[in-house]
Nanobody, 118 residues
Framework: VQLQASGGGLVPAGGSLRLSCVAS????????MAWYRQAPGKQRELVAD???????NYADSVKGRFTISRDNAKNTMVLQMNSLKPEDTAVYYC?????????????WGQGTLVTVSS
């Protein structure tokens, strides 16, 4: 399973960005999808995740500002980020848990950089 993330960029504080992730490959079925981020000098952290049925979970730091969604038919996921803060600056990674070749495993995208200026 290959994941392609896009949509990062430079935005002023208070602005918005929309990240997208597309999964491709053969003979797979995605269970959960998630966005993680890693800021310079910090550990990678979960931003938001979404089940196949649409149940969502958010980090406290982004609740009310970020919205995660997915399209199961297209194997895509979106993270709408509003009211961005400088502390949201990080590389954002998409991650999926998918069934392929008789097992579930996690797959990661390459990351997209989000920079929020103060």
């Amino acid at each position: 399973v290959q994941l392609q993330a896009s949509g990062g960029g430079l935005v002023p504080a208070g602005g918005s960005l929309r990240l997208s992730c597309v999964a491709s490959g053969t003979s797979f079925s995605i269970r959960a999808m998630a966005w993680y981020r890693q800021a310079p000098g910090k550990q990678r952290e979960l931003v938001a995740d979404i089940t196949r049925g649409g149940s969502t979970n958010y980090a406290d730091s982004v609740k009310g500002r970020f919205t995660i969604s997915r399209d199961n038919a297209k194997n895509t996921m979106v993270l709408q980020m509003n009211s961005l803060k400088p502390e949201d600056t990080a590389v954002y990674y998409c991650q999926v848990n998918a069934f392929r070749e008789m097992e579930f495993r996690d797959y990661w995208g390459q990351g997209t950089l989000v920079t929020v200026s103060s």
